[in-house]
């Protein structure tokens, strides 16, 4: 991830943020003018785009994992186990939401929205929000990659 800094006359400000919101994974354009007020000062924060290998398919993220029913049983128990108003550790938020991914994948494999969709998405933000990893991409994509890599980490 990394900070760009444009400053341009008003008039680019769009074309220059197209062209970098094309070229990079951009977070929010920020615009200040310049001391003189002639210019606009654009910030942003990008990354590059990632490629396919970087983002495991569903199939590859969960091929060595656990079965749901058994994710549901880890869940429920840690749930269970954790005394009331205790902070739960990056393990359970990561396997939850790889598991209400799952689900969603079952559930509606093509859909975008729905109860399942929605959950699962919002497992994945607080999951991004946690790890703050300064990339721009699809919360979902983010938990598969994430589980697989914690799946290699333990074996």
Same mark, same amino acid.
């Given at each position: ?39 606009? $000062?654009?910030? !942003? ?5 990632? #490629?396919?290998? @970087? ?5 590859? +993220?969960? %091929? ?37 991914? $799952?689900?969603? !994948? ?5 859909? #975008?929205?729905? @109860? ?5 998405? +919002?497992? %994945? ?31």
């Amino acid at each position: 991830m990394f900070e760009i800094r444009v400053i341009c006359d008003p008039a680019d400000t769009d074309r220059v943020t197209t062209t970098l919101t094309t070229t990079f994974v951009t977070g929010d354009v920020r615009r200040y003018p310049t001391r003189d007020g002639k210019r606009t $000062r654009l910030y !942003l924060t990008a990354d590059h785009r990632p #490629t396919p290998a @970087d983002w495991p398919t569903p199939e590859q +993220a969960y %091929a060595g994992a656990p079965s749901i029913n058994s994710e549901i049983g880890w869940t429920a128990r840690s749930l269970a186990d954790a005394e009331c108003f205790t902070e739960l550790g990056r393990e359970f938020y990561l396997r939850k939401a790889a598991l209400l991914d $799952r689900i969603a !994948l079952l559930d509606e494999p093509d859909a #975008t929205d729905g @109860d399942a969709t929605e959950t699962a998405h +919002a497992a %994945a933000l607080m999951l991004l929000d946690m790890d703050q990893p300064g990339v721009i991409c699809d919360p979902r994509a983010y938990v598969r990659q994430q589980y697989a890599l914690a799946l290699i980490d333990h074996q």
